[in-house]
């Protein structure tokens, strides 16, 4: 997805990403900020599932991926991504006792199949009472469920290529099978306490297209029985207007890296001190993570790096950084870009857009209002695509680049681009009901004496529009 606007960065932005949404999901789910003894399950170790350890390690929990392909497993292990290898149920299982007992953090790489290692947590729990797991996802690739995005059990891995090229039926029939396994004993953990989220992977989707039992009761069709992570963890933090602000050195010096990397820590420390307590910690979780990513080898390539900002934050940091490469502090100019998924970049509605309820999260129209939006704003470039993610026809990205040269044009394209690239999706969440996005442009127009947004009233009388639609 942020290939299309030329600023992908590897794997850093998906660690980042998947470590805001570990730590929200706690504070949601679990009450704390504290995730140390606390077991989060998942699956996958490729291209940007393969982020899951490390994220679940920084945010300071236990971890356990399961992969059903070794090579994938053993490349995070080489990494250092993946603390621990095994291919025993049993020693997983006496791993995550351990490293519950000791508040350690790990990330531990299962090789085998996730239903497998469900099935088993559920017999611990029905043997002993224990529940073993707090927080449990998913991040196979069933937006493409019969083409080696999702290995079924009981087939190895060899198996299942070979059948999915031979006989596609019976291939897909047996994967709805461990759809409907792999639901059964995610829906019976829950039941006993564990939270799970849909990762924005199709994966209730296909589990629902395959006939588990994912549907919300009294929900509609696109209702489901567990929230995607978006409605319930990221979404809040998208209509504060926090999302994922990028930048790359286009020296490749790993010292401007530093340098920009010290500039946006002090910019948002001296934001958060005015701050309200609930973006306060958003920017706390942000200044944690830009002190952390040095240390843990992020950068694959560009000397780039990530952080979740809200409006001001974005702004604040392209206008030092820019005022640095003018300074000579910075070697060369910086470009500014975001990932695609944010608050205003994607309308994607079983991902980015699933907390917009009002009927505009089915639209294709925020992407390309920013594209436009951002292109009329001064942007260097812009992209305007189809696909990632969740799959083709089912998502639309705008997404650009500004360079930063130091001049003071880049600065005045970078305040006016910047509010536009945000505004633009906290006012969408707003007219949908959203109560942070209303108090967070509210205090925006507060802010920028310029920006008007028309704000929705709420209705008092639920019977109104009944009413009204029978004249």
């Known amino acids: 997805m942020t290939a299309g606007s030329y600023c992908y960065i590897g794997p850093q932005g998906i660690v980042h990403g998947t470590m805001l949404t570990v730590l929200n999901a706690g504070r949601r789910y679990l009450g704390t ?112 469920p019969y083409n080696g995005g ?81 409605q319930h963890i990221m979404g809040d933090i998208f209509s504060l207007g926090f999302g994922p602000f990028r930048w790359v050195c286009t020296s490749g010096d790993p010292q401007d890296l530093a340098v920009t990397d010290d500039i946006s820590a002090k910019v948002l420390e001296e934001i958060a001190a005015n701050a309200s307590e609930r973006v306060r910690q958003q920017y706390r979780d942000n200044i944690r993570w830009i002190t952390e990513a040095g240390k843990h080898k992020m950068v694959v390539g560009s000397q780039a790096r990530i952080l979740y900002s809200d409006q001001k934050g974005r702004v604040c940091i392209a206008l030092a950084i820019n005022q640095a490469v003018a300074d000579r502090r910075v070697s060369a100019p910086v470009v500014i870009s975001r990932d695609h998924h944010d608050v205003s970049g994607t309308d994607s509605p079983f991902r980015e857009t699933s907390n917009v309820y009002d009927g ?23 992209a305007l695509h189809n696909g990632g993610g969740v799959g083709w026809g089912e998502v639309i990205n705008g997404g650009f680049g500004l360079l930063l040269d130091g001049s003071d044009e880049a600065a005045k394209r970078a305040r006016l681009m910047l509010n536009w690239d945000v505004s633009n999706g906290v006012a969408r969440r707003c007219w949908s009901g959203n109560t942070n996005a209303y108090e967070t442009i509210q205090r925006t127009m507060e802010g920028i004496r310029q920006l008007r947004v028309t704000m929705p009233f709420p209705v008092q009388d639920e019977d109104l529009l009944d009413r009204a639609l029978q004249g």
Not at 54 to 61: D, E, L, M, S
Request: proline share 3%; aromatic share 10%; charged share 25%.
């Open 150 to 230: 999702y290995y079924p059990v009981p087939l190895s891995l060899r198996q299942a290529n070979q059948l999915m090229s031979t006989d596609p039926g019976r291939f897909r029939s047996i994967v709805q099978e461990s759809l409907r396994r792999h639901v059964k004993a995610i829906n019976k953990l829950s039941d006993a306490g564990m939270f799970f989220w849909d990762y924005g992977n199709a994966f209730l989707l296909e589990a629902q297209r395959a006939g588990a039992e994912v549907t919300k009761v009294g929900g509609g069709a696109t209702e489901f029985r567990y929230p995607s992570y978006v």
């Open 360 to 382: 505009s999260a089915f639209c294709a129209d925020m992407a390309i209002q920013n594209f436009v939006g951002d292109a009329f704003r001064g942007a260097t470039w812009v």
């Open 33 to 144: 900020d504290d995730l140390r003894g606390r077991v989060f399950v998942t699956s996958g170790l490729g291209g940007m599932s393969g982020a899951q350890a490390k994220a679940a390690v920084i945010a300071g929990c236990v971890g356990v991926i399961a992969e059903v392909d070794e090579a994938p497993l053993r490349k995070r292990h080489e990494q250092g991504w993946v603390m621990e290898v095994t291919s025993s149920l049993e020693q997983c299982i006496k791993r995550i006792r351990e490293a519950r007992s000791s508040r350690t953090p790990l990330s531990l790489g299962y090789h085998g199949n996730v239903v497998d290692l469900w099935e088993r947590l559920l017999l611990e729990f029905e043997r002993t009472g224990e529940l073993l797991v707090d927080l449990g996802s998913d991040q196979t690739s069933l937006h493409n």
